[in-house]
């Protein structure tokens, strides 16, 4: 029957399908690939080794007990060749029961052609896989006899179960084309771990894509069959699962109904399962010990089955003998093959791949000298920080940080502001803005001046006479104004510091990513880079921090050459403060979009006219409105105003003036008008409007040498600055009852008198182009008693600006030139020097660096021999299509 097998086309379908999964089995395939398999599996003593030498055609060892003790593959080849056998070892395994990364099967044996031989040969096989330590060329040499004088000579470690593979392979006339594992007997009378042990192996060899062969005796209940138990466990259903039956002729002959039960079984009646139950029957010891062949024990099994009640009056002739159920399990062990070869094939390439990936994301093994290897990893480390540095368009994570730091801290100098309110300590608050209108744009200057730390006038009063000492009348002690200074500036060094170290921690972070991204691979390499470049950093931070330091004690010590700066601000803060104790603070002015949408607001048609039409208007208005001579053109003269006595009363009462009036600017104004006031000799005191005009007039004489086109510029202004209060006062009032405050203001309600104001001002003259405004109108009240007090407001604000400005830029300048760009230019030569790369002994220094991670050479070293198996796998599938 074999033979006639063997002449189909089938036949040889079925040899070209086995030996591509012996041979893909041979490469390690079944470590990444579910391949089809046959495994024989049974308890001890089920008769489970007859079977295999039943199939087979060979003799197995046997011992009292477990005879097997590793897993023994057997690959059956039909051939016309003369029989013959090799025997090959396949180590999966180390001692430990780990699996290798490469399997590596070897032969043992090369050529058997007597049977007979083949019994011992399978036990030095299994004694070698058992007993590792031992040369192989002493296995073979030893004698039955001696083999296990061999484990007790020397200290060679010994297993009492193997999970590596003796292999079989046999070939001859009489063999169908067919391949199985046997594994141990399943044993229940021995030492706990070594049950549990076998289970496992069994229980990991039927798993996925196996064909269970499951030897039951029949002199044992079904039921108390643990290798049956355990099949059911893997294959639920009993798609997978055929059961062999063994050892019906130790049936005794009254045990009639236990024949029945078995009967049932064979047929289905009993723990059906998909491929059914095979029943044989080998020869007993007797038939053994007088050299049975393999023909004659056929004979007598088919006998047998014919001549034994129940078995002859079966209906399934057909599920007995040998040779029947070999012919069934070549059938389903080529079907599964066919059908799963796609699957085999589809899930090689997917995992090559998944390998290849991953092999991808692991650096190569070091193939240069240590030294160079070491040199250009260094290289490539440094150039990349130093791109980091500089900011280069790719690379701009770390000057990003840096940034952030810096704005940090441009915002934490900025809140140190003096916060001064030019109000007396029992007088309302009126909230501003603590900025200029230049700062208007920065959301970090338009912050609220009303604050628990803000300082009002009689604050500074008391602070400038506690500072009084050897000072001359009228003048401001020196100290007063720079502990003032002083005062904003005790937080910087904290503020220097936190930025310092925001900048410092960054860097370090980028420098600790980019050491675990070059480095990550040599633990020891990688640890030593950290500690270096942290080494360095301090180096730099500690020089740094002396220039910071000096740089703080500078700011200490009030001192600037940009007097041009310092005096504009001083101006402005001035202007600010009177125009804000006097109530000129804008609608709006803490809210930016409220200042623009009053100024975008239309104004009557005055707004869009240039100063030359504003001009003719203003003559259009201001013509014919009044006949008080005050408010008729004058003559200039000499400084003293019309009708007004020299006297030398008048001279020191102009003279006192002036001194309070500070600076000469202010004077002029306050003097004249003082001047004025007590000079007079008219029975009626004069109007608002007449001291103004006189006061402006007394002005133009002290600076008639002003130019023309300053006198143009300060026109231009003031006349755009009074049509605005034109447009914005809309009320009428008497003229004798306004107020110098309510004219200041622009709350006046007597038109009139505000247009007598204009024309005197347009009419005289006066070169006041530096002044704003708002300085021009303060200039027209008599000088305020808190006058020192504002100014000392004024010089201490101004500065700040000046210092602020000079804090927020040179401190982050020192910062990236002395430690961040330091650090990218000196890093390379430092670690270069720290490894000792120039000296004669670099390459053993560098390669006691470039010592691996255990965990990472064994990943790579696991991904590469995967790749190798899989790269087998894909030949042998490719030759195998090619072939077919």
């Known amino acids: 029957m074999a033979s006639n097998l063997s002449n189909t086309v089938y036949a040889a379908r079925r040899k070209e399908l086995l030996a591509l999964i012996n041979q893909l089995r041979s490469v390690g395939a079944q470590n990444d690939l579910d391949l089809p398999r046959i495994t024989v599996i049974g308890n001890q003593s089920a008769g489970k080794s007859s079977v295999v030498e039943a199939i087979s055609g060979i003799t197995v060892p046997r011992d009292a007990g477990t005879c097997t003790r590793c897993p023994m593959e057997c690959r059956l080849l039909s051939s016309t060749n003369d029989w013959n056998c090799r025997i090959s070892i ?3 395994f180390d001692c430990d029961g780990n699996r290798l990364r490469e399997v590596a099967e070897k032969t043992f044996i090369e050529k058997i052609t007597d049977k007979s031989e083949v019994e011992l040969a399978l036990r030095k096989a299994q004694f070698a896989v058992l007993n590792p330590e031992i040369s192989w060329t002493d296995i073979l040499a030893a004698p039955a006899r001696k083999l296990k004088k061999l484990k007790t000579m020397g200290n060679a470690k010994s297993v009492p179960f193997s999970q590596n593979i003796v292999c079989i392979d046999l070939e001859g006339p009489e063999l169908t084309d067919l391949s199985f594992i046997d594994l141990p007997g399943l044993i229940q009378n021995a030492e706990p771990e070594v049950v549990q042990l076998v289970e496992d192996m069994v229980v990991s060899h039927i798993r996925g894509n196996c064909i269970i062969l499951v030897a039951v005796p029949m002199t044992d209940d079904i039921e108390n069959q643990k290798a049956l138990r355990l099949a059911s466990q893997e294959d639920k259903d ?72 129940p078995w002859c009056q079966s209906t399934s002739p057909t ?17 599964v093959i066919n059908d799963n070869l796609p699957k085999i094939r589809e899930d090689a390439a997917r995992q090559l791949s998944d390998c290849c990936k991953e092999l991808a994301q692991i650096p190569p093994p070091i193939s240069d000298e240590p030294a160079t290897y070491m040199l250009s990893l260094v290289t490539s480390f440094c150039s990349e920080f130093q791109a980091l540095v500089r900011g280069r368009a790719d690379s701009t994570e770390l000057i990003r940080l840096h940034r952030q730091s810096y704005g940090t801290f441009k915002t934490t100098i900025r809140k140190t502001a003096p916060r001064f309110v030019p109000f007396e300590a029992n007088q309302t608050v009126t909230d501003f803005d603590n900025c200029l209108d230049d700062e208007e744009n920065d959301p970090i200057a338009k912050v609220s001046a009303i604050a628990i730390s803000s300082i009002n006038l009689t604050e500074v009063r008391n602070h400038v006479n506690r500072c009084l000492a050897r000072e001359l009348p009228n003048n401001i002690p020196y100290e007063a104004k720079a502990s003032l200074i002083l005062r904003f500036q005790m937080s910087w060094p904290e503020a220097v510091d936190d930025c310092f ?177 007590k000079a007079t000799t008219v029975s009626k005191p004069p109007t ?53 405050l309510e004219i200041i203001n622009g709350n006046t309600t007597n038109e009139q008198a505000l247009q007598e104001a204009i024309s005197l001002l347009v009419k005289a003259g006066l070169p006041v182009s530096s002044l704003s405004p708002m300085d021009l109108l303060g200039k027209l009240v008599p000088p305020d008693e808190f006058e020192t007090e504002l100014r000392v407001m004024a010089d201490v604000r101004g500065y700040f600006q000046v210092a602020y400005k000079r804090m927020i830029d040179n401190i982050p300048r020192f910062i990236d030139l002395l430690f961040v760009r330091e650090l990218g230019k000196t890093l390379q030569p430092f670690i270069i020097s720290k490894f000792g790369m120039g000296t004669s002994s670099a390459n053993e220094r560098c390669a006691s660096y470039l010592g691996e991670d255990p965990m990472l050479v064994s990943q790579r070293d696991e991904l590469l021999a995967r790749r190798k198996r899989l790269e087998n796998v894909e030949k042998e599938l490719d030759e195998y299509s090619l072939d077919i």
């Open 90 to 92: 396949r180590n999966e």
């Open 238 to 309: 009993g798609r997978r699962t055929i059961g062999v039956l063994t050892k019906p002729d130790m049936l005794t002959t009254g045990s009639t109904k236990v024949a029945r039960l078995w009967l049932d079984v064979l047929e289905d009646r009993r723990h059906p399962l998909r491929h059914g139950y095979y029943c044989t029957r080998q020869p007993d010891d007797d038939e053994r010990s007088a050299g049975i062949a393999q023909k004659q024990a056929r004979e007598a099994e088919e006998k047998f089955f014919k001549t034994t009640v």
């Open 319 to 335: 599920r007995f003998g040998t040779q029947n159920l070999v012919c069934t399990l070549s059938r389903l062990l080529v079907q």
């Open 501 to 677: 170290r925001g900048v410092e921690t960054d860097t370090l972070q980028i420098l600790i990513k980019m050491i675990d991204q070059y480095f990550g691979r040599f633990t020891l390499l990688q640890s030593h880079m950290k500690n270096f470049v942290k080494t360095l950093m301090d180096e730099h931070k500690e020089r740094c921090n002396v220039v910071l330091k000096a740089t703080i004690e500078a700011e200490q010590m009030p001192f600037t050459q940009n007097g041009h700066y310092l005096e504009s601000c001083q101006q402005g803060w001035l202007s600010k403060y009177k125009a804000v104790r006097f109530g000129k603070v804008e609608e709006g002015e803490l809210d930016p979009q409220a200042k623009r949408r009053k100024l975008a607001a239309p104004t009557n048609g005055i707004a869009g006219l240039d100063s030359q039409a504003k001009r003719h208007k203003l003559a259009a208005s201001t013509n014919g409105l009044s006949d008080n001579p005050t408010t008729k053109a004058r003559p200039k003269t000499s400084g003293k105003a019309a009708g007004t006595p020299s006297s030398p009363q008048a001279n020191n009462a102009a003279k006192k003036t002036e001194t309070r009036a500070k600076p000469a600017k202010t004077s002029s104004f306050s003097s004249c008008k003082a001047a004025s006031s």
């Open 688 to 740: 608002r409007s007449q001291q103004a005009a006189q006061a402006a007039n007394d002005s133009d004489s002290e600076t008639n040498n002003s130019s023309d086109l300053e006198i143009d510029d300060l026109l231009d202004s003031e006349i755009d600055n009074l049509f605005d209060s034109k447009i914005d006062n809309t009320s009428d009032s008497e003229t004798n009852t306004t107020t110098e």
